[in-house]
């Protein structure tokens, strides 16, 4: 898959929700991994702030990212909208320290993405593949966050209040394309007795009950709810009367879970890469959210290429009888068993690695270590399978090679193992020739790399 960005830019303006100030957010393209980015065009220097989740520098009522003095609140809504679209890039513009809150939700955010439009881009799309768990548990809230191996993205939330309004909810994201319909019109929400704490730490200056479910669960004095009320400008409600208050009835029986749940895909964004694997959130909020985020980040910065995900069940693409169909190679030089990926720029195949191969016999009889020349020829082939794939009638051309760069090998290779090559174009073919990197794995390690360039001759 590709990366992708939007076909042409929007602008969305409202109130924001802590400072109450007009906020104008233009959302632009933004080019090849750019990722996200938030600038602020209201200050002289106009700073630009990476969305990523060391950037988070405070999550009690939303997520702010932050350098310096400079700041920017409440940018999940947009943040979700965008990865739920599947945009890998974009630049937001916005002329005050906060998003617009608009409703509470990412509905209109995920509605003018979907009017402009999205546009594929030439660099391919990277996804972080979870392929153990990995958990992160707050023993204080008795929040916690795990994210399990699975072929697609998904999202289970469970909340837990001690509320006679809002006891347990649960809300499920099964595939990704649901988003808009199922979730990005739910709207944050707040109990009336956390909002004199929220007004005295100058917060919610911009909240109202279009633009938030208020939920009252606590009975009080006529004459106190009154003096709240007042104090957010809203009219008054009986005291008597618990349950939700707000103008609008609620989306879904389960809006506040779905909204946990849209707020961790906020957070998940600032990942930095898109997911594969299911998350299960229980009493989510944004400051578990963000620690399970900075700890995928540094998952991703440890394992900057993932080894591809290899399952032996599944027919290759290509067998070893496709395969000398396109190579001219054969025993005891035919080094790749099969291919089990392939796309315009990358190409993924396998060699098991046999104690019978002829080269075990000399190197070495008492410690057979298969030659690092061979792991290099090997990825060569595999390299070959894709560039021959782009030609017709490749049984009648070959491919040879022009030089080989950095090569490095990192760990032994032996009888048992099974290697794993990814190949990828690092430019376009141009006058026949081809310039690879290329990474041989063993499990989820590197056991070597190599940068190839080919030329593809047509044979005599």
């Known amino acids: 898959m590709k990366q992708r ?8 303006s409202g109130k924001g929700l802590h400072t109450g100030l007009k906020v104008t957010a233009t959302f632009l393209p933004a080019p090849e991994n750019t990722g996200y980015k938030v600038q602020r065009i209201d200050l002289p220097e106009q700073p630009i702030i990476d969305a990523v989740a060391e950037n988070v520098i405070e999550t009690s009522r939303g997520t702010v990212i932050g350098r310096g003095d400079v700041r920017i609140s409440t940018i999940e809504h947009a943040m979700a909208a965008l990865y739920c679209a599947d945009i890998d890039n974009c630049l937001i513009q916005v002329d ?20 402009v439009g999205v546009v594929e881009q030439k660099a391919e799309k990277d996804y972080f593949v979870i392929k153990s768990k990995i958990e992160v548990v707050d023993e204080a809230t008795g929040s916690s966050i795990i994210v399990l191996p699975d072929d697609e993205f998904s999202v289970n939330v469970m909340v ?10 649960y809300a499920a994201l099964e595939r990704i394309s649901d988003f808009k319909t199922e979730f990005a ?3 944050t929400f707040v109990f009336v007795r956390e909002i004199e704490p929220l007004l005295k730490n100058n917060l919610i200056k911009g909240g109202d009950l279009d633009n938030a479910i208020v939920i009252y669960d606590q009975e009080m004095e006529q004459a106190e709810l009154d003096r709240i009320a007042d104090t957010l ?3 008054h409600k009986p005291a008597n009367q618990l349950g939700y208050i707000n103008n609008k009835p609620l989306v ?6 779905r909204h946990k749940l849209l707020d961790i895909l906020g957070d998940i964004a600032l990942a930095g890469r898109p997911i594969r694997g299911r998350i299960i959130a229980t009493r989510p909020g944004h400051t578990i959210n963000n620690k399970f985020a900075r700890i995928l980040r540094r998952e991703i910065g440890r394992q900057d290429l993932q080894a591809p995900s290899y399952d032996p069940n599944k027919v290759p693409l290509m067998d070893t009888n496709k395969i000398r169909t396109l190579l001219p190679h054969r025993y005891p030089f035919l080094l790749v068993d099969k291919v089990i990926d392939m796309g315009e720029k990358h190409v993924v195949g396998v060699k098991n690695v046999s104690g019978n191969e002829p080269f075990f016999q000399g190197h070495f009889p008492q410690e057979p270590v298969m030659p690092g020349v061979l792991i ?16 017709d009638e490749p049984e009648r051309y070959s491919t040879y090679f022009m030089k080989i760069d950095n090569v490095k090998f990192r760990q032994k290779v032996v009888p048992g193992d099974t290697l794993i090559f990814h190949l990828s174009l690092i430019s376009e073919m141009r006058r026949g020739c081809a310039y690879m990197k290329g990474y041989a794995f063993v499990g989820e390690k590197i056991v070597a790399e190599a940068e190839f360039m080919a030329q593809i001759i047509k044979n005599k």
Do not use: H
């Not at 290099?376 to 030609?391: D, F, P, Y």
């Open 252 to 257: 879904f029986d389960n809006e506040p879970a």
């Open 5 to 12: 960005t939007l076909k042409e830019s929007f602008s969305i």
């Open 233 to 235: 400008g809203v009219e």
């Open 160 to 169: 837990s209040y001690n509320s006679p309004i809002l006891t347990n909810q």
């Open 376 to 391: 290099v020829e090997a990825m060569a082939q595999t390299g070959g399978l894709l560039v021959l794939s782009s030609v």
């Open 96 to 115: 005050a320290p906060e998003l617009p809150i608009l409703e509470g939700s990412a509905l209109l955010y995920a509605e003018e993405i979907e009017r």
């Open 185 to 187: 019109a739910c709207r």
